[in-house]
């Protein structure tokens, strides 16, 4: 890949070793990105943010927390695109469940600040299979991935333990 895009590997590294930097420097970029008639939202951390058609805030402390708020604060119609993984289990929008499935839910209305809209979230920790029938897995609360880690206890924000084995949040 880096010698695709840049034409030279940089000395001798690969690709692997420019991935995870250059993810993290595109998160704000895709964490919410504005759309011809709204925005639509991919990360459910914290964050306020101004768009063309208004504002909007999440909240909850996501991903460590199951529950995300989310205000909208417009004066017109505007759509907001919301991403539905796998995990999540509800959306509630004043005080009423809306139907999704899985991949994305577009919400179409004139938002009112005192509308409440609500996610909830699947963070039991669980296993998903690798690919292909291969004799591998992986362990995930919500969308975080887990590690084992060899030094024992060790301070980490999600800690979970399976099979005598201490599962903890790669950062």
């Given at each position: 890949?880096?010698?695709?895009?840049?034409?030279?590997?940089?000395?001798?590294?690969?690709?692997?070793?420019?991935?995870?930097?250059?993810?993290?420097?595109?998160?704000?970029?895709?964490?919410?990105?504005?759309?011809?008639?709204?925005?639509?939202?991919?990360?459910?951390?914290?964050?306020?943010?101004?768009?063309?058609?208004?504002?909007?805030?999440?909240?909850?402390?996501?991903?460590?927390?199951?529950?995300?708020?989310?205000?909208?604060?417009?004066?017109?119609?505007?759509?907001?695109?919301?991403?539905?993984?796998?995990?999540l289990k509800k959306v509630i929008l004043n005080g009423e469940s809306?139907?999704?499935?899985?991949?994305?839910?577009?919400?179409?209305?004139?938002?009112?600040?005192?509308d409440d809209l609500q996610l909830e979230f699947d963070l039991s920790?669980?296993?998903?299979?690798?690919?292909?029938?291969?004799?591998?897995?992986?362990?995930?609360?919500?969308?975080?991935?887990?590690?084992?880690?060899?030094?024992?206890?060790?301070?980490?924000?999600?800690?979970?333990?399976?099979?005598?084995?201490?599962?903890?949040?790669?950062?």
């Amino acid at each position: 890949q880096i010698g695709r895009g840049f034409g030279t590997p940089f000395g001798g590294n690969d690709c692997c070793r420019a991935q995870g930097p250059e993810a993290l420097a595109f998160a704000p970029v895709f964490a919410a990105q504005a759309k011809e008639d709204g925005v639509a939202l991919n990360f459910y951390e914290d964050m306020t943010l101004e768009f063309s058609g208004g504002k909007l805030a999440v909240s909850g402390g996501y991903p460590y927390q199951g529950k995300v708020q989310i205000r909208m604060e417009t004066g017109a119609e505007t759509a907001l695109y919301l991403r539905t993984p796998s995990f999540l289990k509800k959306v509630i929008l004043n005080g009423e469940s809306l139907e999704f499935g899985t991949g994305s839910l577009a919400i179409r209305r004139k938002w009112d600040p005192s509308d409440d809209l609500q996610l909830e979230f699947d963070l039991s920790c669980r296993q998903v299979p690798a690919p292909g029938n291969r004799p591998f897995a992986a362990y995930m609360r919500g969308p975080i991935v887990l590690a084992e880690d060899a030094r024992g206890e060790v301070p980490a924000a999600v800690i979970e333990k399976i099979d005598g084995h201490i599962l903890c949040d790669y950062a």
